[in-house]
């Protein structure tokens, strides 16, 4: 089992920034994906943005140039910094991990992101 630990979520308004992060402990192996989807309320999960363990990258494109995924493999960490948030960027954001020996996935609880004035 991944456990996945998330933080950063919380009230911003347009424009402003957060930074996201998802600690992953248990049965971490070395060949992986993480990365991030969101919800909002009456919408499927939907991708937002990927890293691999190589460092690979992905992104939906309705973020592409605003947020950016980065992560630190020693703690086993990822993050999504978001910038020039909107107000269709709110949702609850979810951290997911993707162990690849036994093609198994793993979700965070979630964390809400709001954009409002």
């Known amino acids: 089992q991944v456990q996945l630990v998330e933080s950063g979520g919380g009230l911003v308004q347009p424009g402003g920034s957060l930074r996201l992060s998802c600690a992953a402990s248990?049965?971490?192996?070395?060949?992986?994906?993480m990365g991030w989807y969101r919800q909002a309320p009456g919408k499927q999960r939907d991708l937002v943005a990927t890293?691999?363990?190589?460092?690979?990258?992905n992104y939906a494109d309705s973020v592409k140039g605003r947020f950016s995924i980065s992560k630190n493999s020693v703690k086993n960490t990822v993050y999504l910094q978001m910038n020039s948030l909107k107000p269709g960027d709110t949702a609850v954001y979810y951290c997911?991990?993707?162990?690849?020996?036994?093609?198994?996935?793993?979700w965070g609880q979630g964390t809400q992101v709001t954009v409002s004035s």
């Open positions: 997911w991990y993707r162990r690849y020996d036994v093609m198994a996935d793993y």
């Open positions: 248990g049965s971490i192996f070395s060949s992986n994906t």
């Open positions: 890293i691999t363990s190589g460092g690979r990258t």
